[in-house]
């Protein structure tokens, strides 16, 4: 199974930004879908941004035009650039392999002045 691991998350003021970087092992990474999810307190985990094997990416309606979804393949890496924080955009951050059901630990970002 998939092992994955988050990191970059921390407190930030509105407006600011946060990179997130997730590190994949066991899996044949460059075939991969892969995605960064969310979760907020008392909410459900909700999908922010995926990217295909192909590099075809797709965002949530709420972080459309703050955040980019990236990948490096030859690093077996995913990233996640957050631009114009919000805080409503406050949650522990999951990456994933698409339709694996396997997830790493999990980072949280805070947005607050």
């Known amino acids: 199974q998939a092992q994955l691991v988050e990191s970059g998350g921390g407190l930030v003021q509105p407006g600011g930004s946060l990179r997130l970087s997730c590190s994949a092992s066991r899996i044949i990474f460059s075939i991969a879908a892969m995605g960064w999810y969310r979760q907020a307190p008392g909410k459900q985990r909700e999908l922010v941004a995926s990217?295909?094997?192909?590099?075809?990416?797709n965002y949530a309606g709420s972080v459309e035009g703050r955040f980019t979804i990236s990948r490096d393949n030859a690093k077996a890496t995913v990233d996640l650039q957050m631009n114009g924080l919000k805080p409503e955009d406050t949650a522990v951050y999951y990456c994933?392999?698409?339709?694996?059901?396997?997830w790493g630990p999990g980072t949280q970002v805070t947005v607050s002045s």
């Open positions: 994933t392999r698409i339709g694996s059901g396997a």
């Open positions: 990217i295909s094997n192909g590099g075809i990416t």
